[in-house]
């Protein structure tokens, strides 16, 4: 069966530190992978997927980037981070298709102070 | 651009009771419609989905959800509520074309069940 494992599930961070939250996916093969911010009272707002090694679209601008070395991870990165990057963060993967559902990773709550 | 309104931010109920989470979407193609459940610091857990088959869709733990494109809606119910049902429910949209996957989600409802 597959499963998503994410890290840390939490973390506090200085304003201006770098960040990165890592991602993976195992059981599968070239899953679609996702990163969303769920803030409060704004549901989940998609900050990046990936079809594929390499291949990042991003939906927002923002201070954050995301990387896909490999099959099946994927890493949310940030150089500084800003106050307003706090939230709780979710990777997800799907399979290829239309229709397939997406399923989440537990969640990185990250607070910056 | 698709979009996603879910109606009351926060549902209280009785244990017992009827549960009924209104969803109303937004797509330019058949979409597919998926309601999802999430428990305090936790993921998201799948309830159920709508991809063209039945319009009335049973999910997990006793909920489901009927499509109605004349509404443009996808209400999720539930006939008795447990207090184990506590939860933020969040519906989801996803187009059927284009070369992409992605789901756009509403702001969520947060269901509390009162003993």
């Known amino acids: 069966s597959q499963t998503i494992h994410q890290w840390p599930a939490t973390l506090v961070q200085p304003v201006g530190s770098p960040l990165s939250l890592e991602c993976t996916v195992e059981?599968?093969?070239?899953?679609?992978l996702y990163w969303y911010r769920q803030a409060a009272g704004r549901g989940l707002q998609l900050l990046f997927y990936s079809v594929g090694i390499g291949q990042i679209s991003s939906e927002v601008p923002q201070n954050l980037s995301a990387s896909r070395p490999q099959d099946r991870q994927f890493i949310l990165s940030s150089k500084k981070l800003l106050l307003s990057d706090s939230g709780f963060y979710l990777c997800?993967?799907?399979?290829?298709?239309?229709?397939?559902?997406?399923?989440f990773g537990e969640g990185s709550w990250l607070t910056v102070v | 651009a698709q979009s996603v309104t879910q109606l009351g931010s926060h549902v209280s109920v009785s244990e017992g009771a009827l549960v009924l989470l209104r969803c109303n979407y937004s797509s330019s193609v058949p979409p597919y419609l998926f309601w999802y459940v999430q428990y305090p610091n936790q993921g998201l857990q799948l309830l159920l989905k709508y991809t063209s088959a039945a319009t009335l869709v049973k999910g997990i733990n006793g909920f489901e959800a009927e499509f109605k494109k004349s509404e443009t809606s996808f209400h999720l119910t539930k006939p008795s509520a447990h207090m184990s049902d506590a939860a933020e429910y969040f519906c989801?949209?996803?187009?059927?074309?284009?070369?992409?996957?992605?789901?756009?989600f509403g702001k969520g409802t947060l269901l509390t069940v009162n003993p």
């Open positions: 059981g599968t093969s070239n899953p679609n």
């Open positions: 989801a949209v996803q187009n059927s074309g284009g070369s992409n996957y992605k789901l756009t």
């Open positions: 997800a993967w799907s399979g290829i298709g239309q229709g397939n559902t997406i399923y």
